[in-house]
């Protein structure tokens, strides 16, 4: 795909043809497996996209903070699982009372005291708002051990919160070789999660789990829904990781070669793009091959970054790009990316169609 000429760099730009294609794929795949779909809208943040995930299928959303629950609220969405184990300030209290009274709302608990507070700080309005106890399932991040599930959901219904079920986040699939490991380790926490939740009385509706490396692989054994984000767009860390090809890549950074390193006659070129770290954010993984990936040069690597700097080592000098040549930057972490602009250029066929507002870009509380 070429860049429009309309599109001054850097700029993120969406090929809305990839992410139907991605939003419907993924929809027909979990059917298929016989789980319902609760995309992470973290990763977007735009309602035209959610608009497209929920006529593919999905039940729902699933959002990191009340912020992003309100922009998608608001745009229509009725279904919101806040994925996180808030604290309730009287200010979230309040907005979390609100948005319960025009969406359905399920919150993410890992505590007894942040169930009991959650149920305090809502008072009259706890009873509609139910709650899913986090399990860590080998991330080592936020959750309780599956053993240790009870206390928290019976401090969540002594609090007046409905427990729906569990959930778990096994985020040590980004690396690899872990997805199918950390798949089966989803499995087997979720499970045992759930067989002690039922031993202590509570009739569990959902268990939710599997990202975008795990989605795939979750089953229907163990798990009633998967939450990928990723995987409307794809990234650098997923294309290195195998989870997708280079054709599911939705979204790239239109960049111009700005300068060029004098050139070592044994070496690689070196020239830099106009795309820094405040456009394709700074995530590099200790496995990555570079802080993101040219498109359409898949040898090439950007081995440095600074702000409004990106470093790219191209292997072959004789065939370096001239300064003022434009190219597609794949961002490593597709979601920092997304939440460092206002808006994003929508493709068509190499022709530039709409503009989309990231609608909870900064929605961080």
């Not at 809208?41 to 608009?51: G, L, M, S």
């Not at 969540?156 to 872990?178: D, I, K, N, W």
């Amino acid at each position: 795909m070429t860049i429009p000429q309309e599109i001054d760099t850097p700029e993120l730009m969406i090929d809305v043809d990839i992410l139907d294609r991605n939003i419907e794929r993924m929809a027909s795949a979990v059917r298929a497996r016989g789980l319902s779909l609760r995309p992470h809208a973290k990763t977007h943040k735009i309602p035209q996209i959610a608009v497209r995930q929920i006529a593919a299928g999905a039940s729902g959303l699933t959002v990191a903070t009340i912020g992003e629950a309100e922009v998608f609220a608001a745009a229509g969405v009725g279904d919101l699982f806040i994925a996180y184990p808030l604290w309730m300030s009287p200010q979230k209290a309040e907005r979390l009372r609100r948005l319960s009274q025009t969406a359905r709302i399920a919150v993410g608990v890992d505590s007894v005291e942040g169930a009991t507070a959650l149920g305090s700080g809502l008072g009259g309005a706890a009873g509609s708002t139910s709650v899913l106890v986090e399990v860590d399932s080998g991330h080592h991040r936020s959750g309780v051990h599956p053993e240790a599930v009870a206390p928290v959901a019976e401090a969540a219904a002594r609090a007046g919160l409905e427990v729906a079920g569990v959930f778990t986040f096994p985020g040590h699939s980004y690396a690899p070789g872990m997805p199918v490991e950390a798949a089966r380790q989803e499995q087997q926490a979720l499970n045992r999660a759930s067989e002690v939740l039922a031993a202590a009385g509570f009739d569990i509706t959902c268990r939710s789990g599997g990202s975008t490396p795990t989605a795939m692989l979750t089953g229907n054994s163990a798990a009633t829904e998967v939450r990928p984000g990723v995987y409307v767009f794809g990234d650098a860390q997923q294309l290195e990781l195998g989870r997708c090809a280079a054709e599911d890549i939705a979204l790239t950074v239109a960049a111009t070669v700005v300068s060029h390193h004098a050139t070592p006659a044994d070496g690689p070129a070196r020239f830099i793009i106009d795309a820094g770290s405040k456009v394709l954010g700074s995530d590099r993984p200790a496995w990555a091959s570079g802080f993101g990936r040219l498109m359409d040069h898949p040898d090439a690597r950007i081995t440095a970054l600074s702000e409004h700097h990106a470093t790219v080592e191209w292997p072959d000098p004789g065939t370096a790009p001239a300064i003022g040549h434009r190219l597609r930057v794949i961002p490593n972490h597709v979601c920092l990316a997304m939440n460092l602009v206002d808006d994003v250029a929508v493709v068509s066929g190499g022709a530039l169609v709409d503009r989309w507002v990231v609608a909870a870009r900064g929605k961080n509380k």
